[in-house]
């Protein structure tokens, strides 16, 4: 099993749609989450950190359940700029060699369409 | 002026053909990583390093080796390149801690013959 797995897609979405993305990870040990934003070609950029109680930037909201080992992604109200493969990343962060290593995702891929 | 910078940006390459890509940052921090991205299979970690005199290799290091120059430079190298390291190639530096973010470099496209 991967240590992090996305839905690869593509989603096709038109503009203002709501759409949500789904994150699973397997080391119950992991300590941090993110989501990064990647446009074609270009290098990773991070949207944003994932906190246990759920947090929200303008139109995105990211979510974790610890439980279940599952982050989520909702994005609101659509834009032909979100358009991009978002990675969902993790951070093991406990002792030794592990602190500090990120484990990406293979990305999901957005487009948004007028 | 950019954060993190690689070099060459674009690299076409031969079979057998010793390379270096080289990334240089100037936010200051101690942690560095070398990754690959394929299509299908995400951002891979080679190396990374936490500080000067640290070393790691990370879950993909067969065919590479890493030099960590000062604090701001970490190159990578391909010893004997071979056609299945044609990839996207991404430097990114850290600071410490769990949850600090990774900022990448433009990346290097680096295609082996």
């Known amino acids: 099993r991967k240590e992090v797995e996305q839905d690869p897609g593509p989603f096709n979405v038109p503009e203002g749609a709501t759409v949500a993305f789904n994150c699973t990870y397997s080391n119950s040990a992991s300590q941090s989450f993110f989501w990064y934003r990647q446009d074609c070609r270009k290098e990773p950029k991070l949207l944003m950190s994932?906190?246990?109680s759920g947090n929200e930037d303008g139109r995105f909201t990211a979510q974790l359940n610890r439980a279940s080992q599952y982050i989520s992604l909702l994005i609101r109200d659509s834009k032909l700029s979100d358009s991009a493969t978002y990675l969902c990343v993790v951070n093991i962060g406990y002792g030794g060699t592990s602190y500090g290593k990120l484990t990406f995702g293979q990305g999901t891929i957005l487009t948004v369409h007028p | 002026d950019a954060d993190v910078t690689q070099t060459p940006r674009n690299r076409i390459t031969k079979t057998g053909k010793r390379i270096m890509l080289e990334c240089s940052q100037t936010k200051g921090h101690d942690r560095m990583y070398w990754y690959r991205q394929d299509p299908g299979l995400g951002l891979r970690l080679i190396y990374y390093?936490?500080?000067?005199?640290?070393?790691n290799k990370g879950e993909i290091s067969d065919g590479y080796s890493v030099s960590r120059q000062a604090q701001a430079k970490f190159s990578l190298s391909l010893e004997s390149a071979i056609p299945n390291q044609t990839a996207l190639y991404f430097c990114?530096?850290?600071?410490?801690?769990?949850?600090?973010?990774?900022?990448f470099g433009p990346g290097t496209r680096l295609t082996v013959l």
């Open positions: 990114a530096t850290s600071g410490s801690g769990i949850g600090y973010e990774q900022f």
């Open positions: 994932v906190y246990s």
């Open positions: 390093s936490f500080d000067v005199k640290d070393i």
